[in-house]
């Protein structure tokens, strides 16, 4: 079965800037999950969704930040504007119904906003 | 204090040697903590996972709990070089199944 598929796998953009990063979650995962990483942070949830309902987005840092589900195999981050203190590894996970809290991640988008 | 600690290391063994890393967590209800393994400029992997009943043990893994104390550890037996890598322990805080909390990681490098 293919993993998480995320894209782009690379975004370099200038601040102010409107940004979008998608997510493709395993097929028959029905939750999703936005996370960013960065060094001094490390990894922090950012919102996450159950059967494309966004549940939880109190991790979401400003209203610059906002994500969709429109479908079971489609989400996507959208930063609008974008600033450099935004740059950072932001990784999208999923994991299935039922069973371990087990998360999977995809491989990550590593943005860079000058 | 951070929801979930970890020492940032670096942490270096030398190969075939034991690696025990550690976490500390701020909540007491938490039910779930993970280990997760990321190779430097790669996502993270699940290495094994625990629930507050007890321990666990695969292959050269293993994860301890101690609730007293409110830790977690991963020891590594008979450590090998592919084992060097950033090691990430997450735990479920607040009851909540899927609001994950990572640490900052631990980088461990295993000397040949």
């Known amino acids: 079965d293919a993993g998480v598929i995320q894209s782009p796998r690379h975004e370099v953009t200038e601040m102010g800037q409107e940004v979008t990063l998608r997510c493709k979650p395993i097929?028959?995962?029905?939750?999703l999950f936005w996370y960013r990483q960065t060094m001094m942070r490390g990894l922090e949830l950012l919102i996450y969704?159950?059967?494309?309902?966004?549940?939880?987005d109190s991790g979401m840092p400003e209203d610059r930040f906002s994500a969709k589900m429109p479908n079971a195999s489609f989400s996507t981050l959208k930063i609008q504007p974008s600033e450099p203190r935004d740059s950072a590894v932001y990784f999208c996970?999923?994991?299935?119904?039922?069973?371990?809290?087990?998360?999977?991640f995809g491989p990550g988008t590593r943005l860079t906003v000058l | 204090q951070k929801e979930v600690e970890q020492n940032s290391g670096p942490l270096s063994v030398p190969e075939g040697a034991i690696a025990s890393l550690n976490c500390t967590y701020s909540?007491?209800?938490?039910?779930?903590f993970f280990w997760y393994r990321q190779y430097s400029g790669k996502s993270p992997e699940l290495i094994m996972f625990?629930?507050?009943?007890g321990d666990k043990e695969d292959g050269r893994f293993t994860a301890q709990l101690n609730k007293a104390s409110q830790y977690v550890s991963l020891l590594i037996r008979d450590s090998q070089p592919s084992d060097s890598a950033t090691y990430l322990c997450?735990?479920?805080?607040?009851?909540?199944?899927?609001?994950?909390?990572f640490g900052t990681g631990t980088r461990l490098t295993v000397i040949p």
């Open positions: 969704f159950n059967n494309n309902v966004p549940i939880d």
């Open positions: 997450a735990v479920n805080l607040k009851g909540g199944a899927n609001n994950l909390f």
């Open positions: 625990i629930y507050s009943n």
């Open positions: 996970a999923s994991r299935k119904p039922g069973g371990t809290d087990t998360q999977y």
């Open positions: 909540d007491r209800g938490s039910q779930s």
């Open positions: 097929s028959g995962h029905d939750y």
